[in-house]
């Protein structure tokens, strides 16, 4: 919130020495536009806190896009926002991780978000995980206890094996 957008992405840039004051400039600009926000110097200079819920996940994702991972890890990504603007960023998200080739780490105590972005699922209980594997085959047909009730609290499927 204290930090401008065009610094918000920057920072990284300078942080790892990348680029000059011209090259980190243009790089912000790339960033932003691959996350599908406004490169003017109006939108530049807003400071993060002045942003929606939607603006600042994807100001986040820009300073992420920045640096070019080849692994992004996404915790609680749409934790705050409203279902429509958290699909959304989703959506965006896994448009990113598609056309970047990066591999991701989704953490999400939200199981049908998860359902969407998700290829493969494990499943933790006390920071072990306790279930793993293709991710309709572990909502669908869970194995372990734990994952059976989470899956049919939090989901209402039927958990029984076939």
């Known amino acids: 919130n204290r930090f401008t957008v065009l610094d918000a992405v920057k920072e990284p840039l300078y942080i790892n020495k990348i680029g000059s004051n011209g090259d980190r400039l243009q790089m912000v600009k790339n960033a932003l536009e691959l996350v599908r926000l406004p490169t003017t110097d109006n939108f530049l200079s807003k400071y993060c806190g002045e942003l929606s819920g939607g603006q600042r996940q994807r100001v986040a994702l820009a300073r992420a896009m920045v640096m070019k991972p080849k692994l992004l890890i996404a915790d609680e990504i749409t934790s705050a926002l ?5 699909a959304n960023v989703l959506r965006l ?10 591999a991701m780490i989704y953490i999400s105590h939200d199981l049908s978000m998860t359902l969407k972005i998700a290829d493969r699922i494990a499943v933790m209980n006390s920071g072990k995980i306790v279930e793993m594997g293709n991710s309709h085959d572990v909502m669908l047909s869970p194995s372990d206890e734990y994952t059976k009730r989470l899956v049919g609290s939090r989901i209402g499927l039927c958990c029984h094996n076939h």
């Open 82 to 86: 409203d279902v429509s603007t958290s």
């Open 93 to 102: 998200l896994k448009g990113l991780q598609n056309r970047r080739g990066f």
